[in-house]
């Protein structure tokens, strides 16, 4: 059997240093009230835990791979099982040294599913990427510092 690969990955510079991004960014119970891809993210967040999400309209319950503070959050999800159609979802932020937070959010996906949902992810998936990482920008705007703490 063949493993097919995709990756989506977006970037965008946020107004705000790495912690401040992340403590919005692991803010989990807060996300239905910003985020318009990942409405729902809940567990406990620790590498080798398994979480519960609600992205895309799909529910999910993948593994934290790493949750490094102000640096790297990355999860595994699969569908069935491992190998049919699997997605290592990540955001790494890096300190641009002015005030702002480069941030790269993606995803790898594999398994032997990808070709047939190649289209969608492109499309649909990178749209909401997209759109979360808006979303992210615009909170980070509109938030009070007191707000932004970690």
Do not use: C
Request: proline share 4%; charged share 20%.
């Amino acid at each position: 059997m063949i493993k097919v690969t995709f990756n989506i990955t977006t970037s965008i510079v946020l107004p705000a240093t790495p912690e401040k991004v992340w403590a919005v960014l692991t803010d989990f119970e807060n996300y239905p009230n910003w985020n318009p891809f990942v409405t729902s993210a809940a567990g406990d967040w620790a590498a080798g835990n398994t979480v519960a999400i609600t992205a895309g309209g799909m529910g999910f319950k993948p593994t934290v791979l790493k949750m490094k503070k102000a640096q790297e959050l990355r999860w595994l999800g699969s569908l069935l099982f491992r190998g049919v159609f699997d997605g290592e979802h990540y955001f790494i932020l890096r300190d641009q040294e002015n005030g702002t937070t480069l941030l790269t959010h993606g995803e790898d996906f594999s398994g032997v599913l990808v070709s047939l949902f190649k289209s969608k992810l492109n499309k649909d998936t990178k749209a909401g990427f997209i759109a979360m990482n808006e979303a992210l920008k615009e909170r980070l705007a509109t938030l009070t510092p007191s707000k932004l703490e970690y």
